[in-house]
């Protein structure tokens, strides 16, 4: 005999632990704030990725990476997925594959402080501090005192 629950949504008797219906309902819920785990294998997944990749194109049709100067190929997520961030468009931003890959997990603030301190070879890493991340507004340059 199988194992019965309530609902957790309206208590009806069922086999798992939401009705067919609040199992759909919640599927739906999950899937509009990217909470699915299907991440880029989805079609709606890699339509998002080329509208990141054609939103991050410098005048000459180029994408530009987001984190530095080069060419980007790949979206990468702003907020990882382990730290918490969303598999949604606006947690996306264009990335060079060697910036995608040295980033890993890190969260964009300890990422982009390591790439400004300088390296090993005596030269550092420029990076894009004029762009602005996903989901903040623009920065303003605050203003010299001369005048």
């Given at each position: 005999?199988?194992?019965?629950?309530?609902?957790?949504?309206?208590?009806?008797?069922?086999?798992?632990?939401?009705?067919?219906?609040?199992?759909r309902?919640?599927?739906?819920?999950?899937?509009?704030?990217?909470?699915?785990?299907?991440?880029?294998?989805?079609?709606?997944?890699?339509?998002?990725?080329?509208?990141?990749?054609?939103?991050?194109?410098?005048?000459?049709?180029?994408p530009?990476?987001?984190?530095c100067?080069?060419?980007?190929?790949?979206?990468?997520?702003?907020?990882?997925?382990?730290?918490?961030?969303t598999?949604?468009?606006?947690?996306?931003?264009?990335?060079?594959?060697?910036?995608?890959?040295?980033?890993?997990?890190?969260?964009?603030?300890?990422?982009?402080?390591?790439?400004?301190?300088?390296?090993?070879?005596?030269?550092?890493?420029?990076s894009?501090?004029?762009?602005?991340?996903?989901?903040?507004?623009?920065?303003?340059?605050?203003?010299?005192?001369?005048?």
């Amino acid at each position: 005999m199988p194992i019965e629950f309530s609902c957790l949504d309206c208590g009806r008797i069922s086999t798992q632990k939401r009705c067919p219906t609040h199992r759909r309902k919640r599927r739906r819920q999950r899937k509009v704030e990217g909470l699915t785990g299907e991440r880029g294998s989805t079609r709606a997944g890699r339509e998002a990725r080329r509208r990141v990749l054609k939103a991050a194109e410098d005048p000459g049709g180029t994408p530009r990476c987001f984190y530095c100067p080069g060419e980007a190929t790949v979206a990468d997520h702003y907020v990882p997925l382990a730290k918490g961030g969303t598999d949604t468009e606006d947690n996306l931003v264009a990335a060079c594959t060697r910036c995608n890959s040295e980033k890993g997990d890190q969260l964009p603030e300890l990422f982009m402080a390591q790439r400004r301190r300088p390296s090993g070879g005596g030269g550092s890493i420029s990076s894009r501090e004029d762009r602005t991340p996903p989901g903040a507004s623009p920065r303003k340059k605050a203003k010299s005192g001369k005048g």
